[in-house]
């Protein structure tokens, strides 16, 4: 069953077309690594899938919801970590999470098992009274992704999520979301670093507002490596 | 519906831990209007004289006409720094979480500027209080009375501050706030003279603080200190509540132009 669906979408910036037309469909269960270049339109389209803007044209749907029609609904299954973080860091990591749960009219009572739980899967279970500005990036990320996870989405959308991470932290943090699609979630993870995506993971390739490719990442490829393709196709620095 | 309360709670209560982590903030808060109570009052009390005008029956010294607007004071500041803390929070990216709750964005807004305006009505009594110690003191149930008045205020205050944030896209643009919208709003108003003070020296001045919806904020606060209504002031800022709340509303649309390049 398709738990994200954009069909046609189009935006505009006054004259500039940011994004043109793009359509895809993406089952549960699945990665999905949008690969673009700055300026693609990968942001943009990342404020239109979380309705932080509204598009004139097109149609998104997050797990059968209408996001124009049905907004609550759409956004009540979609997990969002954004590029920059949105967190407070004087609060502690567990208020954190209750202000987050709140947001999404989560049910008080059961609310800090649930969130122990949503810690414990991602190892970070103990740092739950700490003050988020004692965490180190890496950790921040890891919190900001459980913290996702809180309302139990069924669409999980990550905003290039590894920026400013080191390599462990990134590879980390790209294991424990390719086991989360394992698991049944619709992941659509945006990045412009190609060692992020995997042979058999599936693949948007953005630009210029339209998509390039929208396959399987080795059948897109073939036998030249992703980078040298995408160089290749977008003529920019990855 | 369920929810809306907790959502309402989680996010007055993120603006009070937020206030109580910056206790300079609470005391740059107090020492604002108290200065202008305890130095600017007392300079000009002997310049300026007064005459019985309503609400007062007697006689008042400076000290006292002034506390109204003072109170006042503290909600317009509030309210442009709970603006500044918007401008923050979309460029530090805490926006977008609040604005990707599956709430209505209109309630989402509506209780971040609760949160702040009650964060403000804390402050107006932490000054009344420190007043009242310097035996600047208004009827006791006047200090009741006024508490509808400071919630009124401090949100049409707050509203601006929403309308305005939406249009600020820096941090650094905010001195031009202080500039352009909180000098002139407070002085251009009855805060710190009477109306019939100002008409003296210019009708076209008596005409602009006439119009001036803080000049309302702080006959409304006046009034109710001493158990009276002003009506024509409760109305004005009634009427410029709503239409400045519909304005912050359609500002955070996303369907609107406004967020495009900042949110």
Not at chain 2, 15 to 34: G, I, N, S, T, Y
Not at chain 2, 160 to 181: K, P, R, Y
Not at chain 2, 208 to 221: D, S
């Given at each position: 069953?398709?738990?994200?669906?954009?069909?046609?979408l189009?935006?505009?910036?006054g004259a500039?077309?940011?994004?043109?037309?793009?359509?895809f469909?993406?089952?549960?269960?699945?990665?999905?690594?949008?690969?673009?270049?700055?300026?693609?339109?990968?942001?943009?389209?990342?404020?239109?899938?979380?309705?932080?803007?509204?598009?004139?044209?097109?149609?998104?749907?997050?797990?059968?919801h209408?996001?124009?029609?049905?907004?609550?609904?759409?956004?009540?299954?979609?997990?969002?970590?954004?590029?920059?973080?949105?967190?407070?860091?004087?609060?502690?990591?567990?208020q954190?999470m209750?202000?987050?749960a709140?947001?999404?009219?989560?049910?008080?009572?059961?609310?800090?098992?649930r969130?122990?739980?949503?810690?414990d899967r991602?190892?970070?279970?103990?740092?739950?009274?700490?003050?988020?500005?004692?965490?180190?990036?890496g950790?921040?990320?890891?919190m900001?992704?459980?913290?996702a996870?809180?309302?139990?989405?069924r669409?999980?959308?990550?905003?290039?999520?590894?920026?400013?991470?080191?390599?462990?932290?990134r590879a980390?943090?790209?294991?424990?979301?390719?086991?989360?699609?394992?698991?049944?979630l619709?992941v659509?993870?945006?990045?412009?670093?190609t060692?992020?995506?995997?042979n058999?993971?599936?693949?948007?390739?953005?630009?210029e507002?339209?998509?390039l490719?929208?396959?399987?990442?080795?059948?897109?490829?073939?036998?030249t490596?992703?980078?040298?393709?995408?160089?290749?196709?977008?003529?920019?620095?990855? | 519906?369920?929810?809306?309360?907790?959502?309402a709670?989680?996010?007055?209560?993120?603006?009070?831990?937020?206030?109580?982590?910056?206790?300079?903030?609470?005391?740059?808060?107090?020492?604002?209007?108290?200065?202008?109570?305890?130095?600017?009052?007392?300079?000009?009390?002997?310049?300026?004289?007064?005459s019985?005008?309503?609400?007062?029956?007697?006689?008042?010294?400076?000290?006292?006409?002034?506390?109204?607007?003072?109170?006042?004071?503290?909600l317009?500041?509030?309210?442009?720094?709970?603006?500044?803390?918007?401008?923050?929070?979309?460029?530090?990216?805490?926006?977008?979480?609040?604005?990707?709750?599956?709430?209505p964005?209109?309630?989402?807004?509506?209780?971040?500027?609760?949160g702040?305006?009650?964060?403000?009505?804390?402050?107006?009594?932490?000054?009344?209080?420190?007043?009242?110690?310097?035996?600047?003191?208004?009827?006791?149930?006047?200090?009741?009375?006024?508490?509808?008045?400071?919630?009124?205020?401090?949100?049409?205050?707050?509203?601006?501050?929403?309308?305005?944030?939406?249009?600020?896209?820096?941090?650094?643009?905010?001195?031009?706030?202080?500039?352009f919208?909180?000098?002139?709003?407070?002085?251009?108003?009855?805060?710190?003279?009477?109306?019939?003070?100002?008409?003296?020296?210019?009708?076209l001045?008596?005409?602009?603080?006439?119009?001036?919806?803080?000049?309302?904020?702080?006959?409304l606060?006046r009034?109710?200190?001493?158990?009276?209504?002003n009506?024509?002031?409760?109305?004005?800022?009634?009427?410029?509540?709503?239409?400045?709340?519909?304005?912050?509303?359609?500002?955070?649309?996303?369907?609107?132009?406004?967020?495009?390049?900042k949110?």
């Amino acid at each position: 069953m398709a738990e994200l669906e954009v069909r046609d979408l189009r935006f505009r910036y006054g004259a500039k077309q940011a994004l043109d037309g793009v359509s895809f469909v993406r089952p549960e269960g699945s990665f999905c690594a949008l690969l673009g270049p700055n300026g693609a339109g990968k942001s943009t389209l990342v404020s239109l899938l979380t309705r932080l803007l509204v598009a004139p044209e097109g149609e998104i749907a997050i797990a059968g919801h209408d996001l124009a029609r049905a907004p609550r609904r759409a956004l009540a299954d979609l997990g969002v970590v954004f590029q920059q973080p949105t967190l407070d860091l004087n609060l502690t990591v567990r208020q954190n999470m209750r202000y987050f749960a709140a947001l999404h009219g989560l049910p008080r009572r059961g609310l800090d098992a649930r969130i122990d739980a949503a810690l414990d899967r991602l190892d970070m279970a103990e740092r739950a009274q700490e003050r988020v500005s004692a965490l180190n990036g890496g950790h921040r990320r890891r919190m900001e992704l459980a913290r996702a996870l809180l309302h139990k989405p069924r669409v999980l959308l990550l905003d290039e999520p590894t920026v400013g991470l080191d390599a462990a932290a990134r590879a980390a943090i790209v294991g424990h979301v390719h086991d989360l699609a394992d698991e049944g979630l619709c992941v659509l993870w945006t990045t412009h670093l190609t060692d992020e995506v995997r042979n058999d993971d599936h693949l948007l390739v953005l630009h210029e507002g339209r998509l390039l490719a929208d396959g399987v990442t080795r059948d897109i490829c073939g036998q030249t490596p992703l980078l040298d393709w995408f160089l290749d196709r977008t003529g920019a620095a990855a | 519906m369920t929810g809306y309360w907790g959502v309402a709670r989680a996010i007055m209560g993120r603006e009070f831990l937020r206030f109580v982590h910056q206790r300079e903030r609470f005391l740059a808060a107090l020492v604002r209007p108290l200065i202008w109570l305890l130095v600017f009052a007392a300079g000009f009390r002997a310049a300026l004289g007064l005459s019985i005008i309503p609400p007062y029956q007697t006689y008042i010294t400076y000290e006292t006409y002034i506390v109204p607007g003072l109170c006042a004071m503290v909600l317009l500041f509030n309210g442009m720094q709970s603006s500044l803390s918007l401008v923050y929070d979309r460029e530090m990216g805490s926006m977008r979480l609040l604005l990707t709750s599956p709430f209505p964005r209109w309630w989402l807004l509506f209780c971040r500027l609760l949160g702040a305006t009650l964060i403000s009505v804390l402050q107006v009594y932490a000054f009344l209080g420190i007043a009242a110690l310097f035996d600047i003191t208004m009827p006791l149930w006047g200090y009741v009375a006024v508490l509808p008045g400071l919630v009124l205020g401090g949100l049409m205050l707050g509203a601006l501050g929403l309308v305005l944030s939406s249009f600020i896209t820096q941090l650094e643009n905010f001195a031009g706030v202080m500039n352009f919208v909180i000098f002139p709003m407070f002085f251009l108003s009855s805060a710190l003279y009477p109306l019939w003070k100002m008409a003296e020296s210019s009708e076209l001045l008596h005409d602009i603080c006439a119009f001036n919806p803080f000049t309302h904020v702080v006959e409304l606060i006046r009034f109710l200190l001493y158990l009276q209504i002003n009506w024509s002031a409760l109305a004005w800022v009634l009427g410029s509540t709503a239409v400045l709340a519909a304005l912050a509303i359609r500002a955070y649309d996303p369907s609107r132009a406004l967020m495009k390049r900042k949110g």
